[in-house]
């Protein structure tokens, strides 16, 4: 069984549709910033992936996370041909810190920001009239759990159309936490390279519409075979490769496809030394013998890690890469990680595929062993 992908829609650092952001990628160019929302003298880390929406002068708003949600889901139904009213259709949000970033405005600065503003469902059943939402607070992996769970209602019959949505607005109590944590502080997100330090914060949102494969009223971007994933609780940070080979087999068995059917490899690519190694080791192990292997792309060392959204945001820039003919290249990737040895990362330049890609993989892995691999195929 497949699901028709119908609706896209996103927004980050570097653009405000998937098409700016995939062209921006393409573009190559350095996007990280001096940190904005907080006094960066109070933290070790200088830099972060922030989308420029703040006033000027300084300082924050509340409810940026909302508003990102918003627009990404209006844009990604419209999109789809459907009118506004999701009354009747499930609207599911991934997200890693909902709107703690307003809750800190509130907290410290005495903002504007009321108790059901800090629900998502509160502002979708404003916009929308939306009655049926549901928020997973999943981590890194929360867009893509959401949308296992929105194929699962359509296979379920429980509704014919999914909207998915994630949305994270960078925290100071989370910018904080990782500034701690971390042993080294990068001055950019490095992945699979030699001179990589560990993560910065992005910001950003994205959303699809997912419908029972032929009910859409417009053309179909692409479609899910499957989505894997597991909580494999090895550790509170610190990922399980057999936790991670797992949900990529699961996401295999789910789509019925083997790992030489695979022509692209959305990394999750954090740019922590241990996620990094820890994912090429499994890929190493599950490509061996597969071919030639997949070209392997990293998107953070452009967007930032934008946390609970991230995965989905992976995912719509794998689609337009089957579109357009091209993968982009992981920025700053010059020397990379002797785990990654052999494996096709895209180095230096966007590249040129042909034939066409058929299959994508999307990977995302999040704190407390939160695993989700989605498999999606082009639309031909």
């Known amino acids: 069984m497949t699901w028709d992908i119908t609706g896209m829609a996103a927004i980050a650092n570097i653009g405000a549709s998937p098409e700016e952001i995939f062209a921006a990628l393409c573009a190559g160019q350095e996007s990280r910033r001096p940190l904005k929302a907080f006094a960066p003298d109070k933290y070790r880390a200088s830099y972060a992936y922030e989308i420029d929406d703040r006033p000027e002068g300084g300082g924050d ?33 991934g997200t890693t810190m909902r709107e703690q970033r307003s809750l800190e405005l509130w907290w410290r600065e005495n903002a504007d920001v009321a108790l059901e503003d800090l629900h998502f469902g509160t502002a979708l059943k404003a916009a929308f009239g939306a009655s049926t939402t549901y928020t997973f607070a999943n981590a890194c992996s929360a867009t893509l759990y959401a949308l296992g769970l929105a194929t699962d209602m359509i296979e379920l019959g429980m509704a014919d159309t999914v909207a998915v949505a994630g949305t ?8 904080g936490t990782l500034d701690r944590v971390q042993n080294d502080i990068p001055d950019a997100l490095r ?20 419908q029972r494969a032929g009910t859409g009223n417009g053309p179909v971007h692409a479609r899910v075979r499957g989505v894997g994933m597991n909580c494999d609780a090895y550790h509170a940070t610190a990922p399980d490769p057999d936790g991670i080979t797992r949900a990529v087999q ?27 190694v820890t994912e090429s080791s499994v890929l190493r192990r599950i490509f061996d013998g597969a071919g030639p292997g997949p070209l392997m792309t990293a998107i953070k ?22 579109k ?4 982009p290249s992981v920025l700053g990737l010059t020397d990379p990680i002797p785990e990654a040895a052999g494996l096709g990362l895209v180095q230096g330049s966007p590249a040129a595929v042909d034939p066409p890609i058929a299959l994508a993989q999307v990977d ?8 989700a691999v989605a498999i999606v195929e082009a639309a031909r």
């Open 61 to 93: 708003i509340p409810r940026r996370a909302t508003r990102w949600l918003t627009t990404v889901v209006r844009q990604a139904v419209t999109d789809a041909g459907l009118d506004e009213d999701l009354s009747q259709i499930p609207v599911l949000v």
């Open 168 to 175: 994270d607005a960078a925290t100071e109590s989370g910018f």
């Open 191 to 210: 992945p699979f390279d030699t001179t990589h330090k560990g993560m910065l914060m992005g910001e950003g949102a994205a959303a699809v519409v997912v």
């Open 250 to 276: 699961d996401a295999y068995r789910r789509a019925g496809v083997q790992a030489q059917d695979i022509d692209l490899v959305m990394l999750h690519g954090s740019g922590t030394p241990l996620n990094d």
């Open 301 to 322: 060392a452009m967007t930032g890690h934008t946390l609970g959204g991230s995965g989905l945001l992976s995912l719509l820039m794998a689609v337009l890469a089957m």
């Open 324 to 327: 357009e003919g091209t993968v």
């Open 364 to 371: 995302a892995f999040g704190f407390g062993g939160i695993n």
